[in-house]
């Protein structure tokens, strides 16, 4: 991942993390604010429907308290009445309970063959055998608790529409000072649990129902649950007891089953919380929306950022580049960051700097290079003085008066080219005239031994050459090329335009050199430092220093026949 | 970086791996209310016992069964290895039966115990308990020793008619021990033959305060001599006592700060449970006797049978009988001043 910015420009490397850090923490926020909204809002919902759950369920329980307690008391005044040998004032006792608690259709004593002992209605007993009634059995299934039956229509006396839940319990009379066993039979209008069920509001479809131990239902008051059709009995069923976020008929309620205390019976509430639903979806929808805008916004202000960064730097950049390519004359301007600009300035010094030591450096060189010059140039004169002086001593003592005067002049004018007031690059016709005094001094000298000839181009007379660039080729081929002492050697000298070149040849018909030979006076001639040719290689080295790879020396031989030696060097007019 | 990234990472896996498996290693103890002073006395002995073998949490249900609902509920969350029950609603705990069946988690309820059909639910269910019957039983024998014959009472017959007149203190209507307790104890004296006059069966839900309110109220209009009370525990006879103290019922005749059952007046309470405040009241003579829930004994059966359950080790080697493979009897214990 690191790797990944190591190569990436300034616009890259700031764009991605920055988006990548906005994403990481907008998801992170996003996410956290939205799952800890989504639970509280859950814990809400499942904290409300609990508490609604336990009110429905506590007005319940006080409810069936208060009847326990009527049937208590009854069961209590029983035994009291009983013992005192009062029972006639029973009836009224359970009259008077029975009006107490309007929701009480009845109170009746009945012993456990189903006669009625005491009775708080004035109703006749039903005819039928009283033992065959479920409430009856329950009763004297577990003689220690109350018995709650489903709600049914009161059979315990003839004539009656009202529908009732019939509580029973075993409980002890006494007739006479005997104590008999009976039951007591409360049945409790039905009606009243009703009302109880539909003064909460559980929201659209929400509803309870209440289930007794063998998960019958008992009771029901919503439209998705009826006798043998109820789907939330089912789930009622599953849940056993506690809380649960279900779905019924898909909406999504929260199911709270609990017993009913005092009671075999549960009951359970569906309380809907679609609502949990819709924000949750319109949550999404605006955390969706802050997220891409967020995202929007970031991504155009950090690639602007990070264009306003690295454009400056680009400029400067491509400026580099130029100058890696060798234009050091284009001066930058950069408007942007400080840095930026600071950079530019540094850069530009740098520039200038570089411009000066390069200046300086071309300035040394040239310097350097005259001096070199002058010192190659100044190396020809001794040597060729001495023996000239020494051939005017010799013509002297000879009388050759004539002689001597003609190679005094000659030597005179040969020095007053060679000094050409300090210039070291001439026209050629005034190197034509330092050869031609050279070759007059050498030719008395050695006694007129060899002859010599110039072929020039008179065009290419007034071209500029390196000053005594021709005079070495001639002294050459004189010591070298003709043999001074049979043959009457001949020297030729020519001059042309060539190949856009001025084209300088020193011709000699002397032996010749072989080709090996030749190779090896390149060598000298072109890489050595010292050693024989000192001459041909002064002259190549000052060719060089001034005309750079635009000058050359070239050596062409046929044994026995002739040598020639030609300079090559560009063509330059004189002003 | 890369590494302190990964470090991080790992970091935050560990804890969310920590956060889901942590194991919860106690034993849920769910008493029906601290308030009563018996159970309150129970846990006492449970922890005491369970030091160094077994860490016991315990969750106060406050008499409600909704609020036990709830603490069952929150517990099954942590899914322990074992869960003590002492149902507020003896008739509910099928539903907590059923619930808990389903994580497979065994019960053992004290105190109270579900109806016999829902015992039979499960088979990993236990319950520990005294025989409610029992307690009755040794009640009946103390108030024979004291009465005498029934044809020839002591002098405790006050009014001198033949016939005990009492009150029964009873505890929560509806609970089984309170319905057994009430019922054998008058059933034991018929049999014996003693004629019984009962003023009245005063419903106080085990507690002190009601039964000493009731105690008031019944006192302030009673024309009658009361010669017995008979309370279906501790707490509620202590509430009546002190009721009856404050209606001369027992008089401290020769100031010696102790009831004298030679020289004093006083009237026979028979409480149960055998509570501290109770013994301390035996002491000074206010109440005749108890009978001593054994809750000692049972706090070190339910410890053994939960480390059997827990080792699984086997329940054929306990100290006690498993009658059933789920019912332990406690016997009652007689206790009055020597």
Same mark, same amino acid.
């Given at each position: 991942m690191f790797k990944l910015f190591k190569n990436s420009s300034i616009s890259q490397s700031i764009l991605i993390p920055t988006i990548l850090i906005v994403i990481l923490s907008l998801l992170t926020v996003s996410l956290t604010t939205f799952f800890s909204y989504q639970m509280t809002t859950s814990e809400i919902a499942e904290d409300s429907s609990k508490e609604i759950n336990k009110q429905i369920i506590l007005n319940f329980d006080n409810y069936i308290e208060s009847v326990i307690n009527t049937a208590n008391y009854i069961q209590q005044k029983t035994i009291e009445h009983g013992l005192k040998n009062d029972n006639a004032a029973l009836s009224d006792i359970y009259n008077q309970a029975a009006e107490v608690q309007p929701d009480i259709e009845s109170i009746v004593l009945i012993d456990t063959a189903g006669n009625l002992i005491i009775s708080s209605s004035y109703k006749d007993v039903s005819i039928e055998d009283l033992t065959t009634k479920s409430w009856f059995l329950d009763a004297i299934s577990n003689e220690s608790i109350y018995h709650f039956s489903s709600p049914h229509q009161q059979d315990i006396f003839i004539d009656s529409t009202a529908e009732v839940i019939t509580v029973t319990k075993m409980a002890d009379y006494y007739i006479g000072g005997n104590k008999f066993s009976g039951i007591i039979v409360v049945d409790i209008n039905f009606s009243n649990i009703i009302t109880l069920a539909s003064t909460t509001n559980l929201g659209d479809g929400g509803h309870l129902i209440i289930l007794d131990e063998h998960d019958s239902l008992i009771y029901s008051n919503g439209d998705s649950c009826v006798p043998n059709n109820c789907i939330t009995l089912e789930i009622a069923k599953d849940i056993i007891f506690g809380g649960e976020s279900v779905e019924v008929d898909g909406i999504s309620m929260y199911a709270n089953v609990n017993n009913l205390t005092a009671t075999r019976w549960r009951l359970a509430t569906f309380v809907n919380t679609e609502i949990i639903n819709q924000t949750r979806n319109s949550n999404l929808l605006i955390m969706g929306i802050i997220f891409i805008s967020t995202m929007i916004v970031t991504m155009a202000a950090s690639s602007y950022i990070s264009n306003r960064i690295s454009s400056p730097i680009n400029i400067l950049k491509d400026h580099m580049q130029q100058i890696e390519k060798g234009d050091f004359y284009q001066k930058i301007e950069i408007h942007g960051q400080k840095e930026v600009v600071v950079l530019t300035h540094s850069f530009n010094s740098m520039i200038e700097e570089i411009k000066t030591l390069m200046n300086k450096v071309v300035q040394e060189q040239r310097e350097k290079r005259k001096t070199e010059f002058q010192a190659l140039q100044s190396q020809i004169n001794p040597h060729f003085l001495y023996n000239t002086l020494d051939s005017i001593v010799y013509l002297s003592e000879n009388k050759m008066n004539e002689k001597v005067i003609e190679m005094v002049i000659a030597l005179s004018k040969f020095f007053r080219i060679s000094i050409s007031r300090g210039k070291n690059i001439i026209l050629l016709r005034e190197e034509i005239e330092h050869a031609k005094n050279y070759l007059l001094i050498q030719k008395i000298r050695y006694n007129e031994k060899f002859d010599y000839e110039f072929i020039v181009d008179e065009e290419v007379m007034d071209y500029k050459v390196v000053k005594l660039s021709l005079q070495p080729l001639i002294e050459n081929a004189i010591y070298h090329g003709i043999n001074t002492e049979y043959d009457q050697g001949k020297i030729l000298i020519r001059a042309f335009k060539k190949d856009n070149k001025l084209m300088l040849e020193v011709e000699d018909d002397g032996y010749g050199i072989p080709d090996e030979k030749i190779e090896e006076l390149y060598q000298n001639i072109k890489y050595k430092q010292n050693g024989t040719s000192i001459g041909l290689r002064n002259v190549f080295q000052r060719l060089k220093l001034y005309y750079g790879d635009n000058a050359d020396l070239i050596i062409e031989s046929e044994l026995d026949e002739k040598t020639i030696v030609r300079l090559e060097i560009p063509l330059e007019r004189a002003k | 970086m890369k590494k302190i990234v990964i470090v991080i990472f790992l970091f935050l896996v560990i804890l969310t791996l920590g956060a889901c498996e942590e194991s919860y290693d106690k034993i849920p103890l769910i008493l029906y209310n601290e308030i009563d002073p018996y159970i309150l006395e129970f846990e006492g002995h449970i922890l005491n016992e369970a030091e160094g073998k077994l860490e016991i949490e315990v969750f106060d249900s406050q008499n409600s069964q909704l609020l036990q609902n709830e603490i069952i509920e929150e517990v099954l969350e942590k899914n322990p290895s074992i869960m003590i029950i002492n149902p507020v609603d003896r008739l509910g705990a099928y539903t907590i039966i059923e619930k808990i069946k389903e994580y497979d988690i065994p019960i053992i309820f004290i105190n109270r115990e579900p109806l016999e059909e829902d015992m039979l639910l499960w088979d990993q269910l236990y319950y520990i308990g005294a025989p409610a019957e029992n307690s009755a039983a040794i009640q009946s024998e103390m108030i024979i020793d004291l009465f005498g014959a029934p044809g020839n009472l002591s002098e405790l017959d006050k009014n001198d008619d033949g016939i005990i007149q009492l009150v029964i203190l009873k505890g929560e209507q509806g609970h089984q021990d309170a319905e057994i307790r009430t019922e054998v104890v008058i059933e034991k004296l018929e049999l014996y033959g003693y004629e019984l006059e009962i003023i009245s069966i005063e419903i106080c839900d085990w507690e002190k305060v009601i039964a000493y309110n009731r105690m008031n109220s019944l006192l302030t209009t009673l024309d009658k001599e009361i010669e017995l009370v008979i309370s279906n525990n501790d707490g509620m006879a202590i509430g009546a006592i002190d009721a009856m103290i404050e209606h001369e019922l027992f008089v401290d005749v020769n100031e010696d700060g102790v009831i004298d059952s030679e020289t004093d007046i006083w009237i026979p309470v028979l409480g149960i449970d055998g509570i501290e405040e109770a013994f301390e009241y035996i002491e000074l003579g206010y109440l005749y006797g108890t009978v001593i829930n054994d809750s000692q004994r049972m706090s070190e059966i339910l410890i053994e049978l939960v480390e059997a359950l827990l080792n699984g080790t086997? %329940?054929?080697? %306990?100290?006690f009988d498993l009658i059933d493979g789920k019912y332990v009897w406690v016997d009652y214990q007689r206790y009055e001043k020597d």
């Open positions: - | 086997g %329940l054929d080697e %306990l100290s």
